[in-house]
């Protein structure tokens, strides 16, 4: 019997009412992982994915690819705005993807739409390590090799910029905690120093942050995001490894790798999110972080990693597109599969600007 794929998921909206003199047109923003063949060859190595059937694992290596034809057919469905990805191998962009990308409309490192009413004026690549040299004085900044991509788009019609950003944080088989709220905290601090560098020209100016973020939202790295700081009791909890959940096949340490230790008390102090009215598209809509945004390859576990943050001084949450319940993830019996085409699940959020007088 045939399994719901993607595109049966419904878009959940919010109940209150939104008045249209206070908010501007609807835009969507998309994310996705679309799991990248440098880590999948190396899994299939390990043994992983074995109940995933072969021609749904084998390298994206041309346009016949079923993996590649599950996944353009679900961002034709998407029809996002913005489409931010994450796991795009180089080599896969610049041969397949990017001119694919084009034949939806799209265009750019951010796949941004080309018939929206956005236009791009800045952009930016960010190695974390680059940031950490100006705001980690206390270690070694090459701890850090992920990548933050930021783009200011201009909203046409209202003038505002739109500063999107996307980043894929550390997974280390969730070895790394610390490294992990390292990476989320100059994340979050370059967004911010980007954000006020636009309002300093006197531009209107609004945020997205969103990617695989590798921590489900009991994990302190999810406080970082939503308080803008660590509590005692959260650093502390930084220190053990009771909360973590391991992959299958990873043996789950007696205690956090003593380096980890070392790195938490030298950056203590810097462990911030600067920005203050940060909050989560799903959450708010929702009324709680969807049951799962991955599965493990067998579908034995699941994961909350992926998310849509945004400013909701300058932007109003207005529906986002449901995930899989957990309860539906076994019946997969492997990701990716004929359904779909990652191991993680497509996020999509639609948002207004606020109006302000």
Not at 130 to 158: D, M, P, Q, W, Y
Not at 174 to 190: F, H, K, M, W, Y
Not at 213 to 232: Q, T, V
Not at 328 to 357: C, M, Q, T, W
């Amino acid at each position: 019997m045939p399994l719901p794929p993607p595109q049966s998921r419904k878009t959940i909206h919010v109940n209150e009412g939104i008045n249209s003199a206070e908010f501007g047109e609807d835009i969507t923003v998309v994310t996705y992982n679309i799991l990248c063949d440098f880590y999948l060859q190396p899994a299939l190595a390990k043994g992983r994915h074995k109940n995933c059937s072969k021609e749904y694992v084998t390298p994206k290596q041309d346009r016949n690819c079923p993996r590649h034809k599950l996944m353009m057919n679900e961002l034709q469905w998407l029809d996002g705005d913005i489409v931010c990805l994450q796991e795009v191998d180089t080599p896969y962009f610049t041969e397949i993807l990017k001119e694919d990308m084009s034949f939806l409309g799209y265009k750019g490192m951010f796949a941004q739409k080309s018939q929206t009413s956005f236009e791009l004026e800045e952009s930016k690549t960010l190695v974390i390590n680059e940031i950490a040299a100006g705001v980690f004085t206390e270690v070694e900044s090459n701890k850090f090799g992920e990548v933050l991509i930021l783009a200011a788009l201009r909203h046409k019609n209202s003038n505002t910029m739109l500063l999107t950003a996307t980043t894929h944080i550390l997974w280390k088989d969730l070895l790394e905690p610390v490294t992990q709220v390292c990476e989320i905290a100059l994340v979050t601090q370059a967004l911010r120093d980007m954000v006020t560098a636009l309002r300093s020209q006197d531009k209107h100016v609004a945020y997205i942050l969103c990617g695989d973020f590798n921590i489900d939202p009991h994990y302190p790295a999810y406080h970082l995001l939503k308080d803008g700081k660590l509590s005692e009791e959260q650093f502390c909890k930084l220190q053990t490894v009771d909360y973590l959940k391991f992959a299958a096949d990873v043996e789950k340490p007696h205690q956090v790798l003593p380096e980890q230790i070392s790195l938490l008390n030298k950056v203590k102090k810097h462990l911030r999110n600067p920005l203050t009215n940060m909050q989560s598209a799903y959450k708010v809509v929702m009324g709680s972080e969807p049951q799962c945004t991955s599965a493990e390859d067998d579908a034995s576990r699941v994961w909350t990693i992926d998310y849509i943050w945004f400013d909701s001084e300058n932007l109003k949450v207005t529906a986002a597109l449901e995930t899989l319940p957990e309860s539906a993830i076994a019946a997969y019996r492997g990701f990716p599969n004929e359904y779909f085409s990652s191991d993680h699940f497509s996020l999509k959020a639609h948002f207004k600007f606020i109006v302000k007088p």
